[in-house]
């Protein structure tokens, strides 16, 4: 059983002026305080920095050069005291209950869970529905196999065991891609299990400037499960992987390279293909690799003449 909970926040910040100060009072009128509030200002060019000054001593501001979302939260991290860290991106919100609730869970539970999350509910003008919920039974308590198969938090309802973030944040390296935080809630989820609170407790905040790049995010998808498996075998622990891990991966190359080829870019396209077919050696990936391989004017032709996407 954990004895004591104290709970560090991490907002990584970039050019969020607009919606700090509402994300940061979410945070400042809770029920029960967290241990402490970081917020990261990643190279900012607006008034980020200086709104995040406004609320004193309140609030510990750390100032960087422009490393990402990545490079932010592993500052943030890093910089952090408590045992446990909540997530929370710079323009989402909290319910007012979200600290206390977790920490009772927390408080509850046994040491081998690692991860605690809820619900969420979609906020903002530029709302686009249901498309940002959950499209997927999520069980109350889950481990690696159900997190491999399906991104299952939203990241502003989470905490997270600082430890185990210890442990994984060195091999938290996927750049610039969307979807990094499912490469790292893969990583923590090698250590222990995860557990739901069946109740909204954070709003995903949807507008013009965080719309889904759905291409972009199937790569990170990828390049996370990728990051996962090069993880578990360097650190020795290479049983852990499911003979059906690859066959998920095989079909994240052909997703991705059948976007590609819509588009008509047959170079990124018949790379994934072959990928695809690298991973599982299924006929339908290689016929498209080798399809995609043909001269370009010669693919073209070969459409327009069936006149159908399906080839």
Same mark, same amino acid.
């Given at each position: 059983?954990?004895?004591?909970?104290?709970?560090?926040?991490?907002i990584p910040?970039?050019?969020?002026?607009?919606?700090?100060?509402?994300?940061?009072?979410?945070?400042?009128?809770?029920?029960?305080?967290?241990? *402490?509030?970081?917020?990261?200002? /990643?190279?900012?060019?607006?008034?980020?920095?200086? !709104?995040?000054?406004?609320?004193?001593?309140?609030?510990?501001?750390?100032?960087?050069? +422009?490393?990402?979302?990545?490079?932010?939260?592993? =500052?943030?991290?890093?910089?952090?005291?408590?045992?446990?860290?909540?997530?929370? @991106?710079?323009? /989402?919100?909290?319910?007012?209950?979200?600290?206390?609730?977790?920490?009772?869970?927390?408080?509850?539970?046994?040491?081998?869970?690692?991860?605690?999350?809820? +619900? $969420?509910?979609?906020?903002?003008?530029?709302?686009?529905? @249901?498309?940002?919920?959950? =499209? $997927?039974?999520?069980?109350?308590?889950?481990? #690696?196999?159900?997190?491999?198969?399906h991104?299952? &938090?939203? =990241?502003?309802?989470?905490?997270?065991?600082? @430890?185990?973030?210890?442990?994984?944040?060195?091999? %938290?390296?996927?750049g610039?891609?969307?979807?990094? /935080?499912?490469?790292l809630?893969?990583?923590?989820s090698? &250590?222990?299990?995860?557990?739901?609170i069946?109740?909204? #407790?954070?709003? &995903?905040?949807?507008?013009?400037?965080?719309?889904?790049?759905?291409?972009?995010?199937? !790569?990170?998808v990828?390049?996370?499960? *990728?990051?996962?498996? /090069?993880?578990?075998?360097?650190?020795?622990?290479?049983?852990?992987?499911?003979?059906? %891990?690859?066959?998920?991966?095989?079909?994240?190359?052909?997703?991705?390279? %059948?976007?590609?080829?819509?588009?008509?870019i047959?170079?990124?396209?018949? *790379?994934? $293909?072959?990928?695809?077919?690298?991973?599982? #050696?299924?006929?339908? &990936? !290689?016929?498209?690799?080798?399809?995609?391989?043909?001269?370009?004017?010669?693919?073209?032709?070969?459409?327009? #003449?069936?006149?159908? @996407?399906?080839?």
């Amino acid at each position: 059983m954990v004895s004591e909970v104290k709970i560090s926040v991490v907002i990584p910040c970039y050019n969020c002026s607009k919606y700090i100060a509402e994300t940061l009072n979410s945070v400042l009128s809770q029920t029960v305080h967290p241990h *402490e509030i970081i917020a990261v200002d /990643d190279g900012s060019t607006d008034s980020t920095a200086e !709104i995040i000054t406004s609320f004193g001593g309140r609030v510990k501001l750390i100032s960087q050069e +422009n490393k990402g979302r990545v490079g932010a939260r592993k =500052t943030g991290i890093l910089a952090a005291t408590g045992n446990w860290v909540a997530l929370l @991106d710079a323009d /989402d919100i909290w319910t007012a209950d979200k600290i206390e609730t977790q920490m009772k869970c927390i408080s509850s539970l046994s040491d081998d869970i690692v991860i605690v999350h809820s +619900n $969420f509910d979609v906020v903002g003008t530029h709302c686009c529905g @249901d498309d940002r919920k959950y =499209t $997927f039974d999520i069980p109350n308590l889950f481990g #690696l196999d159900f997190l491999f198969l399906h991104n299952a &938090y939203a =990241t502003s309802s989470i905490v997270i065991r600082r @430890d185990v973030l210890l442990t994984v944040l060195p091999f %938290w390296n996927l750049g610039r891609y969307r979807a990094q /935080d499912y490469g790292l809630f893969l990583l923590v989820s090698v &250590y222990g299990d995860s557990f739901k609170i069946d109740k909204t #407790l954070s709003f &995903y905040r949807v507008h013009e400037s965080n719309e889904h790049n759905y291409l972009d995010f199937e !790569i990170g998808v990828l390049k996370s499960r *990728e990051n996962l498996l /090069d993880f578990i075998i360097k650190m020795g622990m290479g049983e852990m992987i499911k003979p059906e %891990w690859k066959t998920i991966i095989g079909s994240n190359y052909f997703n991705i390279g %059948w976007q590609y080829y819509s588009k008509k870019i047959y170079i990124e396209a018949r *790379e994934y $293909f072959l990928n695809a077919a690298k991973n599982r #050696l299924k006929l339908r &990936y !290689i016929l498209y690799f080798l399809f995609s391989s043909l001269p370009e004017s010669l693919i073209t032709k070969i459409r327009l #003449l069936f006149r159908s @996407d399906s080839i």
